[in-house]
């Protein structure tokens, strides 16, 4: 049986190396290969963590003190593996105001 501190270690990792790809997605777009990699990786990442979460609360394991916390975090890396494969193409879906023309008068 492998100790619940490993598992809550694995999990952390593959949340976290999920959260930097994330948060550099915008540098991965610049290329549509490199962007499409960089999503299939942030997928199968999440993925991987909703399992390992589930796994760490079946074998009884807390993560950050909790035994509560696994569950409803694996939920949200499913959440947020479905939106990594959402792939908008620079499509304006919020239809809201343009923050940088905002304040700026159109010359004549």
């Not at 509560?68 to 890396?77: D, E």
């Amino acid at each position: 049986m492998v100790d619940p501190a490993v598992i809550e270690q694995l999990a952390e990792t593959l949340c976290g190396v999920s959260a930097v790809l994330f948060t550099f997605i915008a540098t991965f777009s610049r290329s549509p290969r490199a962007e499409l990699i960089a999503q299939n990786v942030i997928f199968a990442t999440l993925m991987l963590a909703a399992g390992v979460l589930w796994w760490l609360s079946l074998s009884g394991g807390t993560m950050w003190g909790s035994n509560y916390l696994p569950l409803p975090l694996s939920v949200v890396c499913v959440v947020l593996a479905i939106s990594a494969r959402m792939n908008i193409k620079g499509e304006n879906i919020s239809f809201g105001a343009n923050p940088h023309s905002i304040g700026r008068r159109e010359e004549e």
